[in-house]
């Protein structure tokens, strides 16, 4: 049970350049999202999604796009990198929505550098 | 949207106890929930607190007053792996988790 899983775990990008940040999760989650991490203003969350084909944006969703086309995958794509999206960046999933304690399970993180 | 706040930094002796608190302004409160997070790891999951009251996890508690918007997480009997970053965590109805910045706790021996 790999649990949840992102790649690449490090990324040097140049200004104007785009790349997708994967992620899949093997526990049959419902929910999904993209968290940043900046020093001093803890997790931004970005998009997330209740399910295959629902996506919704977050706190900070511009620069970034998402899809869920599969239960499993959440992949987040940057069209046009940009310094200020330097950062590390997490992707958590939990099996449910709504009341009750769905805990978040964080994969282990990417960390981003926009030259 | 949300506004949350903890402080930065908390140092404690190896065997001390500390509390970290917390304080929120939402729209629509349904839970909070206490993160652990070690650096240059993911966060995971401590504890977490709908109503009113103290839950108790062995060397970790964690108290929520929804009526002042307040929660505090104590951890006792310190020990030097305890040296993490604590992140305080409200959702605002049923989707959205929002984090504070963090706690960074040191734990001197």
């Known amino acids: 049970n790999a649990g949840v899983t992102q790649t690449p775990k490090f990324q040097v990008l140049k200004t104007g350049q785009s790349m997708t940040l994967q992620c899949a999760q093997d526990m049959n989650h419902e929910y999904m999202s993209w968290y940043r991490q900046d020093p001093g203003m803890g997790l931004r969350l970005i998009h997330y999604?209740?399910?295959?084909?629902?996506?919704d944006q977050g706190e900070v969703p511009n620069g970034y796009n998402v899809s869920r086309s599969t239960t499993e995958d959440f992949p987040l794509r940057l069209l046009s990198a940009a310094p200020s999206q330097t950062s590390v960046y997490f992707c958590a999933s939990s099996y449910g929505v709504g009341s009750g304690a769905n805990v978040l399970t964080f994969g282990a993180g990417s960390r981003l550098t926009v030259l | 949207g949300q506004n949350i706040d903890q402080p930065t930094e908390m140092t404690a002796t190896e065997g001390a106890i500390v509390q970290i608190n917390c304080t929120y302004q939402?729209?629509?409160?349904?839970?909070l929930f206490w993160y652990q997070q070690h650096a240059g790891e993911a966060p995971t999951f401590l504890s977490y607190n709908v109503l009113d009251g103290l839950e108790e996890k062995g060397r970790f508690s964690s108290f929520l007053s929804r009526s002042k918007g307040y929660s505090y997480l104590l951890l006792k009997e310190l020990q030097m792996k305890d040296s993490a970053s604590y992140l305080c965590a409200v959702r605002d109805g049923d989707y959205k988790l929002s984090f504070g910045a963090g706690t960074t706790v040191t734990v001197r021996a």
């Open positions: 939402t729209s629509g409160f349904n839970g």
């Open positions: 999604s209740v399910g295959a084909g629902i996506t």
